[in-house]
């Protein structure tokens, strides 16, 4: 899972109109009405599943996060399990439908269209970014001309990251124009670690490929990418849980509220409500555990990207991380201790921390939390466990 929610937690400190809730929970200790608020939503599994209702336990006990969700499905069925509380002040349920933001799980459905498009030679995974936004990516040595479209979606084009700023979130219902932002990451230099390095030669993640893969979007179909995901994915898959906000600061349906702890000791924040213009094509995304696992599957599964984009989105690059993942056109891929390979890619996003998987023999988890920034390492290690137990729990389902 790309790990950047440590970034964020220092602009989130300094945002201004979030409350503080009543009932939040001190530190990463759970209340008792949160530990004792596990239920399965829906079930049509017959595996033991008692691993896997173990870590959403953890997750709302020693992790802290309020709630937690954990959908997976494979041929013989899907199950929900849920874990914790949607609402600290109200202590309601997670419930199995619930929506929420996706942070960068956004990507995949990004890198689709741009690879459809590829498909269509409307785009050239090769050409320099320049030929479609051109002059857009210069200065303090970033340069379009030099960056491929394949760099953006892969990250190897050393952009700086344009969240590293502090004062994003000064006011978290502001609208942020993508130009504005990308601007934000060009007034620094490219983030290469060896001397001398020049894109496509160091992997290291990066936000602002995506909004510019978002431009790169509109540019080509005259249409947002927000528009072109709901043609070319949402409403193909009929995922209808899944939307691309805007500017719309509320989550539509049902979901959890969202919660940020600016600090170890202190008291969660709600920022349910904020502008996700600030994450764009980077990560602005809304859906549901189900919706998730069901686009992942048509992806991996081919139903969305011919033969030869498929095996270019798979085509990945060493992160560097010691668990060996790998990182595709808007995928990764990570090892399963069952054996074999799974594909999919985590989203941090202010309130919401989202990890997801599928295989290419048809499963699929995806796991949700309610905290972030604020969860710990701990946190992230067991969704990812969670994720890779519901994957494996299916295997061995299928193979009784």
């Known amino acids: 899972m790309i790990k950047h929610k440590r970034v964020l937690g220092g602009a989130l400190t300094l945002a201004v109109a979030v409350g503080v809730t009543g ?34 336990h953890r997750l709302t006990t020693v992790d802290g996060a309020p709630g937690a969700l954990v959908a997976t499905r494979d041929r013989r069925g899907s199950s929900v399990l849920t874990s914790g509380v949607a609402d600290v002040d109200s202590q309601a349920s997670v419930r199995g439908d619930s929506r929420f933001r996706i942070g960068s799980m956004t990507k995949p459905f990004v890198a689709t269209v741009v690879l459809q498009l590829v498909g269509k030679h409307r785009v050239d ?18 340069d379009g001309r030099v960056i491929t479209v394949r760099m953006l979606l892969q990250h190897t084009s050393g952009l700086p990251d344009y969240l590293n700023p502090q004062d994003i979130l000064k006011d978290p219902l502001a609208h942020h ?64 849980d899944t939307s691309v906000p805007g500017d719309a600061t509320s989550i539509p349906g049902p979901h959890p509220r969202g919660y940020v702890r600016p600090g170890e000791d202190a008291p969660l924040m709600d920022i349910t409500a904020f502008n996700p213009s600030i994450a764009g094509a980077s990560g602005e995304m809304i859906s549901s555990a189900t919706d998730l696992n069901r686009f992942l599957d048509a992806l991996v ?28 056109l808007g995928l990764e891929s990570r090892t399963l201790p069952c054996g074999g390979l799974y594909w999919g890619h985590g989203g941090d996003i202010f309130g919401y921390e989202t990890v997801g998987g599928a295989t290419a023999d048809g499963r699929q988890a995806t796991v949700m939390t309610n905290v972030d920034p604020g969860g710990t390492d701990a946190q992230d290690d067991d969704m990812e466990a969670a994720v890779q137990t519901g994957l494996c729990e299916g295997r061995h389902a299928h193979s009784r």
Request: charged share 25%; hydrophobic share 35%.
């Open 301 to 328: 599964r081919g139903k969305l990207l011919r033969p030869a984009e498929l095996k270019a989105m798979m085509n990945t690059r060493s992160t560097g991380s010691d668990d060996g993942r790998a990182y595709g």
């Open 125 to 142: 995974l090769d050409a320099p970014v320049e030929r479609y936004l051109p002059g857009v990516v210069r200065g303090h040595g970033n």
């Open 177 to 240: 124009d993508t130009r504005d932002l990308v601007n934000l990451a060009l007034a620094h230099p490219p983030t290469f670690e060896k001397p001398g390095a020049k894109p496509g030669f160091e992997w290291r993640y990066s936000n602002t490929n995506y909004l510019l893969a978002g431009m790169l979007i509109e540019k080509v179909t005259g249409h947002t990418y927000g528009e072109e995901i709901r043609r070319r994915v949402i409403e193909p898959l009929g995922l209808h």
């Open 23 to 56: 009932g939040s929970l001190p530190g990463n200790a759970a209340t008792a009405a949160t530990t004792a608020k596990t239920t399965t939503a829906q079930s049509t599994h017959t595996a033991d599943d008692a691993q896997l209702r173990a870590l959403m």
